[in-house]
């Protein structure tokens, strides 16, 4: 299993930035998918997730109304649009794939069974 995350870079707050998810070696239509982001010195955070059928999306408090996680099946992508960046939302942005046909969004990172790189979100004042 292969989750490449892209997309990431340097912005200028009030930017926006759109980064994608590319999975491989799974049934990717089956599994809930996650943004987490990991600022430094702080521990890795739930960002956004979406079910495997986009029935049900959840955001974290700070990122309703600025972010938007979608997926498209057929592509084997899931993406996060992050719009109105702000210099807190500096991190490395890492997706993960868990929970085959779970009906809700968990935002705990040990129930995500697979994870990408991380890309790294850079947010200048």
């Known amino acids: 299993v292969q989750l490449q995350a892209s997309g990431g870079g340097l912005v200028q707050a009030g930017g926006s930035l759109r980064l994608s998810c590319a999975a491989s070696g799974l049934t990717f239509s089956s599994y809930g998918m996650g943004w987490f982001r990991q600022a430094p010195g702080k521990e890795r955070e739930f960002v956004a997730g979406?079910?495997?059928?986009?029935?049900?999306?959840y955001y974290t408090d700070s990122a309703k109304g600025q972010f938007t996680i979608s997926r498209d099946n057929a592509k084997n992508l899931v993406y996060l649009q992050m719009n109105t960046l702000k210099p807190e939302d500096t991190a490395v942005y890492y997706c993960?794939?868990?929970?085959?046909?779970?009906?809700?969004?968990?935002?705990?990172?040990?129930?995500?069974?697979?994870w990408g790189q991380g890309t790294q979100v850079t947010v200048s004042s």
């Open positions: 993960a794939a868990g929970g085959r046909y779970r009906d809700y969004v968990s935002r705990s990172a040990s129930q995500y069974d697979y």
């Open positions: 979406i079910t495997w059928r986009s029935g049900t999306t």
